[in-house]
């Protein structure tokens, strides 16, 4: 399962701030189908992604009945991007076989 789509960075400051791209309504509607088949626990879905020319593998929080794709340091250094930049990502949702 593949998507590409677009939206702008957030920043949730606990001990220290983390960074997160919300995954879009559409696309987050289209995972949380397969979610069953994907989540290894807490309802957290592993994916894949690609920003620019960074590739990194996480896993997607549920949030409000979307997803939040978490964008650590290693791959927001490269292109500088933080809060509220607006980011394009490739992205495919691991399942389980």
Do not use: N
């Not at 992205?91 to 076989?97: A, E, F, I, S, W």
């Amino acid at each position: 399962m593949q998507f590409t789509f677009a939206g702008r960075v957030i920043e949730w400051r606990g001990p220290a701030p983390y960074y997160y791209l919300p995954v879009s309504d559409e696309e987050s509607a289209d995972i949380r189908e397969v979610a069953s088949t994907a989540t290894y626990g807490w309802g957290v879905i592993p994916v894949a992604a690609r920003i620019g020319d960074v590739d990194f593998e996480t896993s997607l929080f549920p949030k409000d009945g979307g997803y939040l794709l978490p964008l650590k340091a290693a791959v927001r250094r490269p292109r500088q991007i933080t809060a509220g930049d607006e980011v394009t990502v490739q992205m495919t949702v691991r399942l389980h076989r």
